[in-house]
């Protein structure tokens, strides 16, 4: 936990014990969990402001994504005309067994 091991982490807890008292720990925990929250709260929002200031949002979901979407489509319409083509190997394959049969057999 936070890189420290359970020595360092007794030391700490012993630390704040005589600095602080038992009974201002809760509060002192408390006070420290509501700055660490709004803390995370304003970095949050900062972070929605910059993106929403530079466009940052249109810009990665509407055009990108279009783009993507048609790069997609462009690509599988050729794929989907190769889909016969092993088939029709199948077929030719026959096609040449049965027309060179006679022929490997050594009769006309």
């Known amino acids: 936990m936070f890189g420290i091991s359970g020595f360092e982490f007794i030391f700490v807890i012993v630390i704040i014990l005589m600095l602080f008292g038992s009974k201002e720990i ?3 925990a408390r006070t420290l969990g509501r700055i660490i929250h709004q ?3 304003a970095t949050n929002e900062l972070k929605t402001e910059i993106n929403k200031s530079a466009g940052l949002d249109d810009i990665l979901q509407n055009p990108i994504q279009q783009e993507i979407d048609q ?3 462009a690509l599988q319409k050729p794929l989907q005309n190769l889909n016969p083509v092993p088939d029709n190997i199948q077929k030719l394959e026959e096609d040449i067994d049965q027309i ?3 022929i490997k057999r050594g009769s006309f």
């Open 39 to 41: 803390v995370k709260n």
């Open 26 to 28: 809760p509060q002192l």
């Open 100 to 102: 060179t049969g006679p």
């Open 71 to 73: 790069a997609k489509e």
